[in-house]
DNA sequence: TAACAACGCTTTTTT
DNA sequence: AGCGTTGTTA
């Protein structure tokens, strides 16, 4: 090994390199944020390479965003000295899983050719499922369904093994759904995201031999954000490592976002536990960010009650304080959030290392119609899922019908796309003679096109349709699935749908279409685009030309800019008044470390900030809007008040009289409802926003305790921090409210 | 019976 | 604001 190969090592910090040069055996790396995560598994990747302890192909490196292992990947094969190395093994949980599943698809009953189907083709799937079996669909709903489903594939549990031990309607049916359900995939050659890790586990438990294969194959296995692994994630891994027992995950407790998905923090507290002799070694030094950014962070996590306890330090400068702002509504915000990036960042610092954090998607609306309106260019990462959109899933839907005639759910998605005349009722039809006859939709189609007069139109079309489908499956045989893409498209009559709507949407989905075509041609054959097409969140992301990012804190989970912007810190949006209301505390652990990964995101410079009116939606009936007057979050009382300095934008307004009519996008003919509740704040002396309290007094009331609101009446006292109090509600479910607001019940 | 128009209900986070 | 469901028309 010559010296040179080793420029890997030299920026190393001891921790970092120890982590690096750990040769074998179990090694849980604590990651704290911006301590060099990615750092590490990349030179540690590069390290097993060039001192030779395995191929680049015996590595199995595992995350869970195809962007984090593209990045992996463009920054490994930098490093590397022989450049012809290829690493096959490294990516999502979910397409290496599918790698592994297409070689041993009959294990499972499947051909290899199946088809991999994405959250709406499922819900579509359960929904026919729903009407199929004559149940309610007001009863029950899909997503409800499907969320069952995933809880169980997560946990995984295949249909025979679940017992339900607190029986209901909505469980048993479930149930018995997700029994048909995995039959239907079956028939139809599918597999859902759920099927591809828990096909595997099975192939594992059942077929040692294939297991053997790859125990033999993987000399090394590393994993990116192990905190988000769940339980068959975790069960995935073990197989896998169980006998070479070189087993290394990065983490960090502090950053685990998706517990809502099933991810368990339990995987990485008890790593050390289950893998015997593991080495543990906490990365924390923290190069990313500012002082005063890293304490605003980790003063906010010291909140969290369970978490392993890391001490973040860094040797950067202070930077300016964290701003916190706020704002009459979302419109101001907005606007004054694109103020100061147009008047005050612009200058100094490139667009594309400015981002705005959201914690749902929907927020970004507000911001692309100002950026929109002045010009300041912006784009929005993982929003817009190019793979999602109707047109685009309708093209594919025309091949996967081409490429396997049993899947049903693309012959039922463009069979009248564009209109051919075959409505409801005849797919009903179909769908009995299919049901009975145990034929797929096409197959069935043909049988009743012999039935019907076929003079009728409906039948004509219909004939028309599936003849083409055959006159395609032969071309597949022979033009490239580009040129038959074209062909398709063409022919079926989609393209002239488009054409005659001369809609600037119409012609946007036209733009898109030649777009697939293109990206079609990365892609070596027919085959080759459809088995990877579902794992594409987006098409090659456009991180080109100078832009605002915007996206949701959940996306920008791994990445860094200078600047960010974290708006919407109010009570009911962040945290999200649904978790709340599911989860409860453990919710707001989460949501917590959900604000923790959205500051650690900043290097230089941060702006938190909330509103005091937040607009949900718009009536387009009688065009009012519907306003809902907000809290702010409790996490900005939770913000270090000496890293922090509050813009207190509320009183400029306030010296106006609070009126807001020189809002002239919103033009209301009544006081808007900030005013009304400007006022009824003034009267009842009930919390201001702009007063943001820091006093440590001790309340004098209870946990258990019944207590009455003004607002929101009887509840029951749950928690307690210094004078402020966790309350669940009777109708309102769980509010946080300061002490002097209550009264106690009996008095 | 299919196509089109009007109504109305919902919005967390994702491979 | 966007989609699915319901109601109306051809």
């Known amino acids: 090994m010559n010296v040179t190969s080793q420029n890997y090592l030299l920026t190393l910090n001891n921790q970092q390199k120890e982590a690096v040069m750990h040769n074998d055996g179990p090694l849980l790396i604590l990651a704290g944020a911006g301590s060099g995560k990615t750092k590490v598994l990349t030179s540690r990747v590069v ?121 209901n309607y909505i469980t048993d049916t479930s149930l018995k759904i997700y029994t048909i359900y995995q039959n239907r995939l079956k028939i139809m050659n599918c597999v859902d995201f759920g099927d591809l890790i828990l096909h595997c586990v099975t192939i594992f438990k059942k077929f040692p031999d294939i297991l053997g294969i790859y125990h033999a194959n993987f000399k090394y296995i590393l994993v990116d954000e192990y905190q988000d692994t769940n339980f068959i994630q975790n069960i995935w891994l073990n197989f896998l490592s169980s006998k070479n027992n070189n087993l290394c995950c990065v983490g960090d407790d502090d950053q685990s976002i998706y517990s809502w998905r099933g991810a368990e923090v339990k995987n990485i507290l008890n790593f050390d536990k289950i893998n015997k002799n593991t080495k543990v070694i906490k990365l924390e030094q923290n190069y990313r960010s500012t002082q005063n950014i890293l304490d605003t962070a980790s003063f906010l ?26 704002y009459n509504n979302g419109y101001d915000e907005a606007v004054a959030i694109a103020d100061e990036i147009e008047k005050n960042l612009s200058k100094k610092t490139s667009l594309n290392q400015i981002a705005i954090l959201v914690r749902a998607a929907f927020q970004t609306r507000e911001f692309e119609d100002r950026f929109i309106k002045i010009n300041l260019p912006y784009r929005v990462v993982g929003g817009l ?97 580009y040129e038959l893409m074209e062909k398709v498209l063409d022919e079926s009559g989609y393209t002239t749908m488009l054409l005659n709507e001369r809609t600037p949407e119409a012609e946007a989905k036209l733009e898109n279409l030649k777009e697939l075509i293109i990206s079609m041609k990365n892609y070596e054959n027919l085959q080759g685009f459809l088995e990877n097409i579902s794992l594409q969140t987006s098409a090659e992301e456009e991180w080109l030309g100078e832009k605002i990012n915007l996206m949701t804190i959940h996306a ?100 106006q009289d609070f009126d807001f009519n020189q809002d002239q996008l919103i033009q209301q003919p009544t006081r808007s409802p900030g005013w009304q509740r400007y006022q009824k704040a003034k009267n009842n002396n009930v919390i ?32 307690i921090e210094d004078n402020k109090l966790i309350i669940i509600f009777k109708k309102y479910g769980e509010k946080k409210i300061i002490d002097k607001f209550i009264k106690k019940i009996n008095e």
């Not at 199946?114 to 799937?125: A, E, S, V």
């Not at 470390?593 to 937040?614: D, G, H, M, P, W």
């Open 301 to 326: 996590i010291s909140h969290n009650e369970d978490r392993l306890g890391k001490k973040l330090w860094s040797e950067n400068s202070k930077g300016s304080l964290v701003e916190i702002n706020c």
């Open 556 to 655: 920008a989970k791994g990445l860094e800019f200078d600047v960010i912007f974290l708006p919407g810190w109010e009570e009911g949006l962040f945290p999200h008044q649904r978790s709340i209301d599911e989860k409860g505390h453990i919710a707001i652990e989460e949501e917590r470390r959900l604000a923790y990964v959205a500051i650690t995101r900043s290097k230089k410079e941060l702006f938190i900030s909330f509103v005091n009116n937040r607009r949900i939606f718009a009536n387009k009936k009688d065009k009012e809007i519907d306003w809902m007057p907000t809290l702010p979050s409790r996490f900005i009382e939770e913000l270090p008040k000496e890293n922090i300095n509050i813009k207190n934008n509320f009183n400029n307004y306030k010296e």
């Open 47 to 167: 390290h097993l390479i060039e001192t030779q302890k395995c191929f680049a192909s015996q590595i199995l490196c595992v995350t869970f965003t195809n962007k984090a292992a593209n990045e992996m990947r463009d920054r490994i094969l930098k490093s590397l000295s022989a450049k012809s190395s290829s690493l096959p093994w490294l990516g999502t949980f979910h397409s290496i899983s599918n790698k592994i599943l297409r070689k041993h698809a009959e294990a499972v009953g499947l051909k290899s050719s199946f088809t991999i189907l994405d959250t709406l083709d499922q819900l579509r799937l359960i929904k026919n499922i729903i009407e199929a079996e004559n149940i309610d669909i007001k009863k029950i709903s899909p997503k409800l369904v499907a969320s069952f489903i995933d809880d169980w594939k997560n946990k995984g549990l295949t249909p025979n093994e679940i017992k339900i031990n607190n029986s």
């Open 688 to 719: 201001l926003t702009k007063k943001i309290s820091y006093s440590n007094n001790k309340t004098n009331f209870k946990v258990g305790e019944g207590v009455i609101h003004e607002d929101f009446g009887q509840g029951k006292v749950i928690h």
């Open 385 to 481: 899922k190019f793979y999602e959109r109707s047109e685009i899933k309708d093209a594919i839907a025309y091949l996967r019908i081409v490429y396997q005639q049993s899947d049903d759910l693309a012959f039922e998605r463009i069979i009248n796309t564009p209109k051919r005349s075959i409505g409801e009722a005849t797919l009903k039809e179909i769908h009995n003679i299919s049901k009975t006859s145990n034929l797929n939709l096409e197959q069935a189609s043909i049988v009743y096109c012999e039935q019907e007069n076929e003079k009728n139109k409906t039948i004509i079309n219909l004939k028309k349709i599936i003849t083409n489908f055959q006159i395609w499956r032969q071309l597949s045989n022979q033009t490239s699935h």
